[in-house]
């Protein structure tokens, strides 16, 4: 069983045999309470490229005062971390499948190693307002940190830090002023705010960490600088959506797929900015893999939300309860089985290669020549190759069926072409967006646009039908009546006759 909670802190550095100020009129702290020393004892474990302390996460196992266990400590700000417990167990040596698990994408798959030993011997204050009650807790830590890895110096690091942690549900701005007035106490004393705020930062000084080791931003005026940028922004974006579908909370899934199909269009169709390796060709690949799992189950939320419901209140009312919960329930277990794809893919040994690839992207950019070049003559050749594409496979969509095979056959490779042809011209206008309509022509983004959302309203449509053609056979067996299918797909032939001819003219403008 674990325990999650937010932990709302201050570390301050402190002199050698310096003595703490007086906190007392500090905020709403009016008495201190001095708790007995206590031992603590905590091994911090990372990846061989030290994954965790570049994603500014922490893993550890303490021993010692009331929350011995396991702990992960993911940071949203220097002062503000998301801290989750997990119990202590006996073997120091293995990382408990729970903590693995719940570190999954920020390990990127890879398992964990001992890399520092922290020992503290720690003095605990807390600090109470006039009716007793605590406001923060104080703790006066003197440290040693002993680095685990082969080129580890023999002696320990040793240093003295004071941290001062809120107490739950403390407003965030009672927080600020009452640190803003701590500083200034610590200040009176010859203290300051940490210039490393984590032990576990300080206790790797020197070590060898590959995550940690940064390149420039390219040249402004560039396009691998508006790339390098959109990808920060992509993948920071993308990590807390994956973050919830791996957790099992709510994910806006159309979102979702926005940012995954973000991250094919720089991968994909800006390829010749990244080095030409085997490993680049793999990740823009497994980018246009996560855009078409992610891309579906948007398009199973949207039948969700709109397919048990007919366009207009008259024709509305022509649909029985009876078929509106059928239609609901058969687009629910759509997405469910949808979303389980998503989480499925995100699994799988391609994505976490896809986690490294933005990770190197990101953080040690190293951008061809033809992406050092100005947005303009990047956007030149990018449109060179996007537009044909993009036209070829709009035209696949929207040529004339093949009378030789059946019904069946023919729908599917229908919404199959359509699919291809929407992924595309969406991805194109993902691309033509990081560099903007100062480097593309705005006729050519704007048309590539447009052909987008006709596109996109043709595969709801073809995909709407196939679900009401389904559940309506299945009620027709059954010997129930259809007429409410009826009137719902009525609504979706009419939609996609509409985009197909919008397609059509699209594909002309294109």
Not at 269 to 288: G, I, K, N
Not at 301 to 319: F, G, I, N, T, W
Not at 394 to 419: F, I, K, M, N
Request: hydrophobic share 45%; net charge negative; glycine share 6%.
């Amino acid at each position: 069983m674990t325990d999650t909670h937010l932990e709302i802190e201050r570390t301050y550095d402190l002199p050698e045999g310096g003595d703490l100020p007086d906190l007392i009129g500090v905020g709403s702290i009016l008495a201190t309470d001095h708790q007995a020393p206590i031992a603590l004892d905590a091994t911090y474990w990372d990846t061989e490229r030290y994954d965790l302390v570049a994603a500014r996460v922490t893993v550890r196992r303490r021993t010692g005062g009331a929350d011995a266990g396991w702990h992960i400590k993911r940071a949203a700000s220097d002062t503000v971390r998301h801290e989750q417990h997990f119990p202590l167990t006996e073997d120091a040596d293995t990382v408990p499948d729970a903590v693995l698990a719940a570190l999954f994408t920020e390990r990127r798959g890879r398992g964990l190693r001992p890399v520092v030993r922290i020992t503290t011997a720690r003095t605990i204050t807390r600090l109470l307002d006039e009716d007793g009650e605590q406001v923060a807790e104080l703790a006066d830590d003197r440290v040693a940190a002993q680095r685990l890895d082969d080129d580890a110096p023999t002696t320990p690091r040793t240093w003295r830090e004071v941290e001062v942690e809120t107490v739950d549900g403390v407003d965030e701005q009672v927080v600020h002023e009452l640190f803003a007035a701590l500083d200034a106490r610590f200040a009176a004393v010859g203290a300051a705010p940490a210039a490393v705020a984590s032990k576990l930062a300080r206790g790797l000084a020197g070590a060898p960490a590959p995550r940690l080791r940064t390149a420039d931003k390219p040249e402004k005026g560039t396009a691998a600088r508006a790339l390098t940028k959109r990808l920060k922004k992509l993948r920071s974006s993308w990590l807390e959506q994956e973050a919830r579908l791996r957790s099992g909370e709510q994910a806006d899934l159309r979102e979702t797929a926005r940012t995954a199909l973000g991250i094919a269009a720089v991968l994909g169709s800006y390829r010749p900015a990244f080095a030409a390796t085997e490993a680049a060709d793999r990740a823009a690949e497994a980018a246009d893999g996560l855009a078409a799992v992610t891309a579906r189950a948007a398009l199973a939320d949207y039948l969700v939300e709109r397919l048990p419901y007919a366009s207009s209140p008259a024709q509305d009312l022509l649909v029985d309860a009876m078929t509106r919960e059928r239609v609901l329930a058969a687009t629910r277990e759509r997405r469910a089985v949808a979303v389980r794809e998503v989480v499925a893919f995100l699994h799988d040994e391609p994505y976490l290669e896809l986690l490294d690839a933005l990770d190197d992207a990101v953080e040690r950019p190293a951008p061809t020549d033809w992406a050092l070049r100005s947005p303009k003559h990047v956007a030149q050749d990018v449109s060179a190759i996007e537009k044909p594409r993009v036209r070829e496979l709009v035209q696949r969509a929207v040529s004339d069926d093949d009378e030789s095979v059946g019904l069946v056959d023919r729908e599917a490779s229908e919404r199959a072409a359509t699919e291809d042809a929407w992924r595309a011209a969406t991805r194109a206008r993902a691309a033509m967006d990081v560099l903007g309509d100062d480097a593309f022509p705005h006729a050519l983004w704007k048309r590539i646009g447009d052909a987008a959302d006709v596109l996109t309203e043709r595969v709801r449509s073809l995909h709407a039908l196939d679900v009401l053609r389904v559940h309506s056979g299945i009620a027709e067996r059954g010997g129930e009546g259809t007429f409410g299918y009826g009137v719902l797909a009525g609504d979706r032939v009419r939609l996609a006759e509409e985009s197909y001819d919008q397609a059509v003219h699209a594909l002309n403008r294109v």
